[in-house]
């Protein structure tokens, strides 16, 4: 039987429990007494239409195809949403949920938190992008009229909420500047790793491919990403700075997957990159144990500049020293635990991997410096007490 605070998580971008952020979220309301069920869409190693894990109930819809233009960006919104809804009605009848937590993209769950809060239910936005900033990076269209229909559709949004989640200073300020959201119903909650989820083990030399040294990349590849950046650098270190020393793992998977491949092969790199794909947390611990240097390429947009990238601060937390190009909010998270390149200029992006390959003592000064930051000022245990003090909140409303 559901518990009179029932939660009920929804999520698009990706299944659970894959999507970090939300599982973390989910199960810290589990351990604090919430009753939590998921919808989300399925995925590779969650194609289960339902299932129970760690005491959370999980409910799956099929994936929509990739999104390759605006009319396909319209309608992943469109069926995930009227997926989500029948979903949600089912859970209703078998969870008895209080609260809805909608975590985006898309901007469109506030109608179905507005449907329900008519029922008397709470609904919480958890920002986990910024939806017109998205269609910028993807799109380039700043006065198309779609881009205002996301803007719209955030603003009803950030309305609806009794609550927002941001996840970093740039968003709460973006909430208040641009939705009219009061300081008081704002919560900034990080995205950052359980400090028990990675755990630095022994490197694993096979992972090198017979090379020295091992550089890696974890993530999420959309057009936003910047993969294709790194792989121009690559190409630069390759071919025009000569060196055959190092080997490159790409890990993890999304919508430029194949694109990027393709593109790894006609750059003639394919000896010196590997696409991992989407692997286990305990193979992702052993690809960074091995690691000497990890890399954040998102380029500088209006979305990536103030946004936090998860990857980041999972390379903190295994010490490892990072290169990115350098953006407001990641210089924020890393500070001196990285080198900077000059914004989506993917030689001087090349050039700041090659002057960490080349200075031992740098690397481990800069991963001790992150590991440290990590634990002492961005760890999941630190940010998961401003979500229970957002739900606190909600109680004190009832």
């Known amino acids: ?66 999104t390759k233009g605006r009319a396909s960006y319209i309608w992943e919104f469109v069926y995930c949403w009227l997926a989500t809804f029948f979903l949600s009605i089912k859970v209703l009848v078998r969870d008895r949920f209080k609260i809805i937590h909608a975590c985006n993209p898309p901007d469109t769950f506030f109608v179905l938190g507005a449907i329900y809060k008519l029922l008397g239910k709470k609904f919480v936005f958890d920002q986990h992008d910024l939806c017109p900033e998205v269609f910028l990076a993807r799109f380039k269209a700043r006065k198309r009229t779609l881009y205002k229909i996301l803007l719209l559709l955030e603003k009803w949004t950030y ?37 028990n989820r990675f755990h630095s083990v022994e490197p694993v030399e096979s992972l090198r491919k017979g090379r020295k040294y091992l550089v890696s990349y974890l993530g999420v590849m959309a057009p936003q990403d910047g993969v294709d950046h790194l792989l121009q650098s ?71 500049d103030v946004s936090t990238m998860n990857k980041v601060l999972e390379y903190m937390a295994m010490s490892k020293p990072v290169v990115a190009f350098d953006l407001k909010e990641t210089s924020f998270s890393v500070r001196g635990g990285a080198l900077y ?23 481990k000064r800069m991963g001790e410096e992150n590991r440290k930051r990590f634990v002492q000022e961005l760890s999941w245990e630190l940010n998961k007490k401003e979500l229970l003090k957002g739900y606190a909140s909600l109680r004190r409303k009832s």
């Open 1 to 66: 039987m559901a518990s009179r605070d029932g939660v009920l998580i929804l999520v698009e971008n990706l299944p659970v429990p894959f999507d970090r952020r939300v599982w973390l979220e989910a199960n810290t309301l589990r351990e604090n007494g919430y009753s939590v069920s998921v919808i989300c869409p399925k995925g590779s190693g969650a194609r289960a239409s339902y299932e129970e894990l760690e005491g959370i109930r999980i409910y799956r819809y099929p994936t929509p195809p990739p």
């Open 159 to 195: 309305k609806t909420a009794d609550i927002v989640l941001a996840t970093n200073l740039s968003y709460k300020e973006i909430a208040m500047k641009r939705g009219g959201v009061p300081e008081d119903r704002l919560f900034v909650v990080r995205s950052a790793p359980d400090l």
């Open 234 to 304: 690559i190409d630069h270190i390759v071919k025009t700075a000569k060196r055959r020393d190092i080997h490159f793992a790409i890990i993890g998977s999304g919508d430029s997957f194949a694109s990027l491949k393709r593109m790894s092969s006609e750059l003639e790199l394919d000896e010196y990159v590997e696409f991992t794909g989407r692997i286990p947390d305990r193979d992702v611990e052993r690809y960074l144990s091995t690691s000497d240097v990890c890399v954040s390429p998102d380029p500088k947009n209006e979305l990536n």
């Open 341 to 363: 390149a000059v914004p989506n200029d993917v030689k001087d992006f090349a050039k700041k991997i090659l002057a960490l390959i080349d200075d031992e003592k740098l690397r």
